[in-house]
């Protein structure tokens, strides 16, 4: 089965400095690796997804991620913040025959701006 | 264009009352699931449903049942509430046809409080 580790629970950033997030996944076979995001009182929005191929992934917003087999991380970047970035961010892993069976989410990275 | 539909938004149980959550997507998504989501935990998988008349397991599947009678509906049903049951609900589709990118669109949330 798998699963997904965001080992940072609450991030503090000053607003215009880089952004890295990290997920740790484990899965036996070449994974599905998504990352979604939840602004206040809101549903989930998708950022970005990794299928297959280019291990550099763009995604809305201005954010990357990038596949690292090696080290079973798909982390989450963006070379400058903004306010509006303030949300928790969620990293998922899916597995089976197809991308969207049983999706499983980590617990979530909470990211706060410092103004 | 709907998306995905749930109901009620918020609802408040005693212990051992059952009621059902209801979710519809007019998407005509194969991939049907359901999450809660309980603070510093992330979303956890309910049930999920790959078509009509397919329902599996996720991670914390105990004290919900689930059917899938139909491409649009997948209601999740409390057969006896518990206090621990306690949490924001939130149902997501996905096509899973070729081309699809395995994207989760999410209903809106349901918060239940069982008391």
């Known amino acids: 089965a798998q699963s997904v580790t965001q080992p940072d629970i609450h991030i503090t950033v000053s607003e215009g400095a880089s952004l890295e997030l990290r997920c740790n996944y484990s899965?036996?076979?070449?994974?599905?690796l998504f990352w979604y995001v939840q602004s206040p009182g809101q549903g989930l929005q998708l950022l970005l997804k990794y299928f297959s191929g280019d291990t550099l992934v763009q995604g809305i917003k201005g954010f990357e991620a990038e596949f690292k087999r090696s080290q079973s991380s798909f982390n989450l970047r963006k070379p400058s913040v903004h306010w509006s970035d303030a949300a928790e961010y969620f990293c998922?892993?899916?597995?089976?025959?197809?991308?969207?069976?049983?999706?499983?989410f980590g617990s979530g990275t909470r990211l706060s701006i410092r103004p | 264009n709907a998306g995905v539909t749930q109901t009620p938004k918020f609802q408040v149980l005693k212990t051992g009352q059952s009621m059902t959550l209801q979710c519809a997507q007019d998407?005509?998504?194969?991939?049907m699931s359901w999450y809660r989501q309980d603070p510093g935990m992330g979303l956890r998988l309910i049930h999920y449903?790959?078509?009509?008349?397919?329902?599996d397991q996720g991670e914390v599947p105990n004290g919900y049942n689930v059917s899938r009678s139909t491409t649009e509906d997948f209601p999740l049903r409390l057969l006896s509430a518990a206090p621990s049951q306690t949490s924001v609900y939130f149902c997501?589709?996905?096509?899973?046809?070729?081309?699809?990118?395995?994207?989760?669109?999410f209903g809106e949330g349901s918060r239940l409080t069982v008391l």
């Open positions: 899965y036996g076979a070449t994974p599905y």
């Open positions: 449903s790959v078509g009509a008349g397919i329902t």
């Open positions: 998407m005509n998504h194969e991939y």
């Open positions: 998922a892993v899916g597995a089976g025959d197809s991308s969207a069976s049983k999706i499983i």
């Open positions: 997501a589709s996905a096509g899973l046809a070729g081309g699809d990118t395995g994207e989760l669109f």
